[in-house]
């Protein structure tokens, strides 16, 4: 969500004449996105501003730096006083000030910068099809910076889809924080099986993907459009957070274990060949070893092709931290997450190892450390022989080698060129 957020915000920019540098501190306007999702990012976020503020004082004085995303929520007094070298703070999708301010700054034409988003498209692209969340799981902070859930209407989203289209972009990634509750706020009839049939129908784009689902809004229409729609990839990333039922209560994640399993059941029944992912995280205010032990059992039982971990810690102004102790020892939470991620490990070896000798349709995606590369439907990470591919063509290719983590193989047949 925040690559995407700086895309558009880089697209309002290079609109009205801004040029993107690679040289923060070179440049006359430094934006710094942030992600406050765990304490290190945070950490991260503050000590580049603390970076940025020093050279402002010493080398650049009329700089502006700005601070948007995760990190700004409703009240700014505190990161006013904090960061006063800091010239703007914006909430996550609140671009106008910023606008605003170089219009005042340095004399821009902000004419029509906002409403006319000239994406520099890359082959796969981010589209965010809603803002915010509704759920309020106990050691989140996003529904607080990012509001309460926004769709964008279908017919605004097919636009935009349709523009990245013409400018040769072959595969979108919906984007929401909670992607299976698009639409409930535009209409009790719509939902995002809608806007699958209606991405679908653009021409040009070959494969849809969506991010991030939850348990508690993925509807049987949602997986039969994932099953029946060719574009939609049958790759989906399913959060299940913990595999304990008293931490899940605690998460306030609205599900339990057993229905959890349940809807894994039908999605692998109406959906076959899905790639399943889902994010877990250990250390749980309150998670004893035998919880930890419910986490192991339930991915050993699903075996995800991926899985996402993450060590809980704190985030001030979340249920959890008000409400809970994070009583978990460091040690205890590190050496879980190595134990869940050892297990996983030897889940995508014996997964990706059934794709040995398959043909695979792939999406070539650029190059990496002198290799090219690209994905198939269900998001592997597959290498080709060919280094005369480019990014967006499709091929069929012969897996002759399989990893946990990525795959290699011949391709034999070119399905379409870019
Ligand atoms: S559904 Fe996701 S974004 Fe929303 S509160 Fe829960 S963890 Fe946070």
Redesign the pocket.
């Known amino acids: 969500m925040n690559v995407a957020d700086s895309e558009r915000i880089g697209s309002a920019l290079s609109t009205v004449g801004f040029e993107e540098s690679d040289d923060i501190f070179d440049s006359n306007v430094t934006i710094v996105n942030s992600c406050v999702v765990r304490q290190s990012s945070e950490d991260k976020v503050t000590a580049k501003l603390d970076q940025l503020s020093k050279h402002k004082n010493n080398e650049q004085k009329n700089k502006t730096i700005v601070l948007m995303g995760c990190m700004v929520g409703p009240k700014t007094d505190g990161l006013e006083e904090r960061f006063p070298e800091v010239d703007l703070f914006l909430q996550p999708q609140n671009y106008e000030p910023l606008i605003n301010l170089l219009y005042e700054q340095k004399g821009i034409d902000k004419e029509g910068c906002l409403s006319n988003l000239d994406i520099k498209p890359r082959i796969s692209s981010f589209v965010p099809v809603s803002h915010g969340?509704d759920?309020?799981?106990s050691y989140?902070i996003?529904?607080y910076r990012r509001g309460r859930e926004i769709s964008r209407p279908i017919p605004v989203i097919v636009e935009e889809v349709k523009k990245l289209s013409d400018k040769g972009v072959k595969e979108v990634t919906l984007l929401g924080?909670?992607v299976d509750s698009y639409g409930f706020d535009l209409s009790e009839d719509i939902n995002l099986a809608d806007l699958f049939e209606a991405v679908h129908e653009v021409n040009g784009i070959e494969r849809i993907r969506f991010l991030t689902s939850?348990p508690m809004d993925m509807d049987i229409r949602i997986i039969e459009s994932i099953a029946n729609l060719p574009k939609v990839c049958k790759s989906i990333n399913l959060p299940f957070q913990s595999g304990s039922n008293k931490i899940l209560e605690n998460m306030r994640r609205g599900y339990t274990r057993e229905d959890y399993f349940e809807l894994i059941n039908v999605i692998r029944d109406k959906i076959p060949n899905v790639a399943m992912s889902a994010d877990a995280i250990v250390g749980f205010c309150g998670e004893t070893e035998s919880d930890f032990e419910d986490t192991i059992d339930l991915m050993k039982v699903i075996k995800f092709d991926k899985l996402h971990t993450a060590i809980y810690s704190e985030r001030k102004g979340t249920i959890a931290h008000r409400k809970m102790k994070d009583d978990v020892l460091m040690a205890d939470k590190q050496r879980r997450y190595k134990v869940l991620n050892d297990e996983q490990e030897k889940i995508q070896a014996e997964l990706n190892s059934k794709y040995l000798g398959e043909v695979n349709n792939v999406m070539i995606e650029g190059k990496k450390r002198g290799k090219i590369f690209g994905r198939n439907e269900q998001d592997k990470l597959i290498y080709v022989d060919n280094l005369n591919l480019n990014e967006g063509e499709m091929v069929d290719v012969k897996i002759d080698y399989v990893g946990p983590w990525a795959m290699k193989g011949k391709v034999i047949s070119y399905v379409n060129q870019a």
Request: charge should be positive; hydrophobic fraction near 20%.
């Open positions: 969340c759920k309020f799981c989140c996003i529904p924080q909670n939850h």
